[in-house]
C-alpha cells in the first residue's frame, strides 16, 4: 500500500490535469514530459499520496457494511460501466480491428515459457493472492456461503474485465499509431498523449483517469483492510484506532516511494542498489514476497492444515463438492511447483526459456 498509493496518487493528479485540460496548446513532447516533472516533483507527489491515503482511510474507517462493503459495490458498479462506454466508445475507432488481433490471435512463434510464468505472476495481482485479502475478507462471509462458485465468478469477471480493459486501451493506441508498452509509461505518457487527439478529451481524459482511481480504490480499501482488521482482532483495538494507525503508518512507509525520483532521501539508494527506492520496493514485492506468501499458503492448506477441517470448510454450503479433491491437487502439487517456478525466474536463478528451448 505504501508505494501503491503513489501510484493511485497520479492517478488522482491526472484527473485533476484532465478537469483543466492540461493538453491544451502543448506538443506530443510536452505532454509526455508532465509525467517526469510529476514523478521528479517531491512536494506534489507527497500532496497527492496522502490524498489517496486520506481517500482510503475514509473508505475503511466506518466498517465494513458501511464502508468496505458499500463503496465497493459502487465502485465496481461504476467501474463496469466506465470499461463499457469506453470500449462502446473504442469499437468506433480506425484501430480497433488491429487490436482485436493482437489481442486474440495466438503468436506462438514469440511464445515462451516465461510468457506463461509472467501471466501467472499477473495473476497474484489480480486476483489479489498472498496479501491476505482473501482471508479477510473470506472471515465476513456468511457460513451459507458456496465458496467454490465464489471464487469461479470471481475468476471468470476478472477475465472478463480484463478483457474489456485491454479492448478499451489498445484500440485507443493503435489508431494513432503507439507501441504497445506496459506500466506507469503507458498510463500517464501514451494514453493522455492519445487523449489529446480524440473528440471530447476533456471527457474522455477525466473519465479514464476517474476510473483508474476507482480501480486502485477498490484494492487499496482492502489492503488497509486485512491490516486493521489483525489489529483489531489480535490486540484487541477498535476500528477508527486500527484504521487511522494503519492510513498513517502507510502514509509514512510511502514517503520515500513518492521522493523516489528527486534524491531528496537516500540519494545513494540508485548507486547501491542499482534502481531508485520506488522500484525497489515494486520488485520486493511482486519477485519475492507476493509469491512466497502465496508459497507458504498452498504448503500450509494442503500439508499442514488438518485435512478434514479443510474438506468441511470447503463443502460448507456448496453443490460443488466434487471439485474437493481437484483442489485439494492443484493445492498441493500444481500451486506449489507453479509459484516455485515463478520465484526462481523472477530472481533469475534459472532461465526457463534456455533450459526448454525447442531445437527445430
Given at each position: 500500500m505504501?508505494?501503491?498509493?503513489v501510484?493511485a496518487?497520479?492517478?488522482l493528479?491526472y484527473?485533476?490535469m484532465?478537469?483543466n485540460?492540461f493538453?491544451?496548446?502543448?506538443?506530443?513532447a510536452?505532454?509526455?514530459h508532465?509525467?517526469?516533472?510529476?514523478?521528479?516533483?517531491?512536494?506534489?507527489t507527497l500532496?497527492?499520496?496522502?490524498?489517496?491515503?486520506?481517500?482510503?482511510?475514509?473508505?475503511?474507517?466506518p466498517?465494513?457494511r458501511?464502508?468496505?462493503?458499500?463503496?465497493?459495490?459502487l465502485?465496481?458498479?461504476?467501474?463496469?460501466?466506465?470499461?463499457?462506454?469506453?470500449?462502446a466508445?473504442s469499437?468506433?475507432?480506425?484501430?480497433f480491428?488491429?487490436?482485436?488481433e493482437?489481442?486474440f490471435k495466438?503468436?506462438?512463434?514469440?511464445f515462451k515459457?516465461?510468457s506463461?510464468?509472467?501471466?501467472?505472476g499477473?495473476?497474484?495481482?489480480?486476483l489479489?493472492?498472498g496479501?491476505g485479502?482473501m482471508?479477510?475478507y473470506g472471515?465476513y462471509?456468511?457460513?451459507s456461503e458456496?465458496?467454490?462458485?465464489?471464487?469461479?465468478?470471481?475468476?471468470?469477471?476478472?477475465?472478463?474485465?480484463?478483457?474489456?480493459?485491454?479492448?478499451?486501451?489498445?484500440?485507443?493506441?493503435f489508431t494513432?499509431?503507439?507501441?504497445?508498452?506496459?506500466?506507469?509509461?503507458?498510463?500517464?505518457?501514451?494514453?493522455p498523449l492519445?487523449?489529446?487527439?480524440?473528440?471530447g478529451a476533456?471527457?474522455l481524459?477525466?473519465?479514464?483517469f476517474?476510473?483508474f482511481?476507482?480501480?486502485?480504490?477498490?484494492?487499496?480499501?482492502?489492503?488497509?483492510?486485512?491490516?486493521a482488521?489483525?489489529?483489531?482482532?489480535?490486540?484487541?483495538?477498535s476500528?477508527?484506532?486500527?484504521v487511522?494507525?494503519?492510513?498513517?503508518?502507510?502514509f509514512?512507509?510511502?514517503?520515500?516511494?513518492?521522493?523516489?525520483?528527486t534524491?531528496t532521501l537516500?540519494?545513494?539508494w540508485i548507486v547501491i542498489?542499482?534502481?531508485?527506492f520506488?522500484?525497489t520496493?515494486?520488485?520486493l514485492?511482486?519477485?519475492w514476497?507476493?509469491?512466497?506468501?502465496?508459497l507458504l499458503?498452498?504448503?500450509?492448506?494442503?500439508w499442514v492444515?488438518?485435512k478434514?477441517?479443510?474438506?468441511?470448510?470447503f463443502c460448507?454450503?456448496?453443490?460443488l463438492?466434487?471439485?474437493?479433491?481437484?483442489?485439494?491437487?492443484?493445492i498441493?502439487?500444481?500451486?506449489?511447483i507453479?509459484?516455485?517456478?515463478?520465484i526462481?525466474?523472477?530472481?533469475g536463478?534459472?532461465?526457463l526459456?534456455?533450459l526448454f528451448t525447442i531445437h527445430k
Amino acid at each position: 500500500m505504501s508505494f501503491y498509493s503513489v501510484i493511485a496518487g497520479w492517478g488522482l493528479n491526472y484527473v485533476f490535469m484532465s478537469l483543466n485540460q492540461f493538453y491544451e496548446n502543448k506538443t506530443p513532447a510536452e505532454i509526455e514530459h508532465i509525467f517526469t516533472t510529476l514523478s521528479s516533483s517531491g512536494d506534489i507527489t507527497l500532496f497527492w499520496h496522502f490524498a489517496f491515503t486520506a481517500l482510503t482511510v475514509a473508505v475503511v474507517y466506518p466498517g465494513v457494511r458501511a464502508g468496505v462493503e458499500y463503496w465497493s459495490r459502487l465502485m465496481t458498479s461504476g467501474l463496469l460501466i466506465l470499461l463499457v462506454i469506453f470500449c462502446a466508445y473504442s469499437v468506433t475507432l480506425d484501430g480497433f480491428g488491429q487490436a482485436v488481433e493482437f489481442i486474440f490471435k495466438p503468436n506462438f512463434a514469440a511464445f515462451k515459457l516465461s510468457s506463461a510464468l509472467e501471466a501467472l505472476g499477473l495473476s497474484f495481482f489480480t486476483l489479489s493472492l498472498g496479501q491476505g485479502i482473501m482471508l479477510t475478507y473470506g472471515s465476513y462471509m456468511r457460513r451459507s456461503e458456496d465458496i467454490p462458485k465464489t471464487a469461479g465468478i470471481i475468476a471468470t469477471m476478472i477475465v472478463f474485465i480484463s478483457l474489456l480493459a485491454a479492448l478499451m486501451i489498445f484500440p485507443i493506441i493503435f489508431t494513432f499509431g503507439s507501441t504497445p508498452e506496459g506500466g506507469p509509461g503507458l498510463v500517464f505518457k501514451t494514453l493522455p498523449l492519445l487523449f489529446s487527439q480524440l473528440p471530447g478529451a476533456l471527457l474522455l481524459s477525466t473519465a479514464f483517469f476517474t476510473l483508474f482511481v476507482f480501480t486502485a480504490l477498490t484494492s487499496s480499501i482492502a489492503l488497509v483492510e486485512v491490516v486493521a482488521a489483525n489489529f483489531m482482532d489480535l490486540h484487541g483495538w477498535s476500528r477508527k484506532k486500527a484504521v487511522l494507525i494503519v492510513g498513517a503508518a502507510c502514509f509514512t512507509f510511502g514517503i520515500p516511494s513518492a521522493l523516489a525520483e528527486t534524491n531528496t532521501l537516500f540519494s545513494n539508494w540508485i548507486v547501491i542498489y542499482g534502481k531508485n527506492f520506488f522500484d525497489t520496493i515494486g520488485d520486493l514485492v511482486s519477485v519475492w514476497l507476493l509469491p512466497i506468501d502465496g508459497l507458504l499458503i498452498a504448503i500450509f492448506t494442503g500439508w499442514v492444515l488438518d485435512k478434514e477441517i479443510a474438506k468441511e470448510e470447503f463443502c460448507q454450503g456448496t453443490v460443488l463438492k466434487w471439485l474437493w479433491k481437484p483442489w485439494m491437487f492443484f493445492i498441493r502439487w500444481v500451486a506449489p511447483i507453479g509459484i516455485t517456478l515463478i520465484i526462481l525466474q523472477k530472481s533469475g536463478v534459472v532461465d526457463l526459456d534456455t533450459l526448454f528451448t525447442i531445437h527445430k
